[in-house]
C-alpha cells in the first residue's frame, strides 16, 4: 500500500515562495504524481503532473511561470515550487500517485493522495 505524506504548507505573504514536499513510502515509486488544489468552495483543480522519469505535463495557466514539480527518486520525494505567490493560490494542495507511467488531469485516475497541506496567502 502506498502511502504519500505532504509538508511544507504554512502562511506566505504575496509574492513570497513556498515549497512543498510529497514523500511516498510502500512497495514502489514507480509512479505518476499529481499535483491539486482545493480552494474553499471550489473543486479541486489540478495543477501538473510528473512521470517516472521525470518529464512533466503542462502546467495549468494559473501558475504557470510560477510552480515547478520535481523528483528525486532515490529519496521517493515529488517537490512544488511555488513562486510569486498570489492570495489566489490560498488552497489545500494535494499531492496524488497512480501506478501508471505518465501522471493524468482527473483526480480520478489517482489511487494514492496526500493528507493535504495547507497554503494561505495574506495581500
Known amino acids: 500500500q502506498v502511502q504519500l505524506v505532504e509538508s511544507g504548507g504554512g502562511l506566505v505573504q504575496a509574492g513570497g515562495s513556498l515549497r512543498l514536499s510529497c514523500t511516498a513510502s510502500?512497495?514502489?515509486?514507480?509512479?505518476?504524481m499529481g499535483w491539486f488544489r482545493q480552494a474553499p468552495g471550489k473543486e479541486r483543480e489540478f495543477l501538473v503532473s510528473?512521470?517516472?522519469?521525470?518529464?512533466?505535463?503542462n502546467y495549468v495557466d494559473s501558475v504557470k511561470g510560477r510552480f515547478t514539480t520535481s523528483r528525486d527518486n532515490a529519496k521517493r520525494t515529488v517537490t512544488l515550487q511555488m513562486n510569486s505567490l498570489k492570495p489566489e493560490d490560498t488552497a489545500v494542495y494535494y499531492c496524488?500517485?497512480?501506478?501508471?507511467?505518465?501522471?493524468?488531469?482527473?483526480?480520478?485516475?489517482?489511487?494514492?493522495w496526500g493528507q493535504g497541506t495547507r497554503v494561505t496567502v495574506s495581500s
Open positions: 496524488a500517485a497512480r501506478q501508471y507511467f505518465f501522471g493524468s488531469s482527473d483526480s480520478t485516475d489517482y489511487k494514492y
Open positions: 510502500g512497495p514502489t515509486f514507480n509512479l505518476a
Open positions: 510528473i512521470n517516472w522519469s521525470g518529464g512533466t505535463s
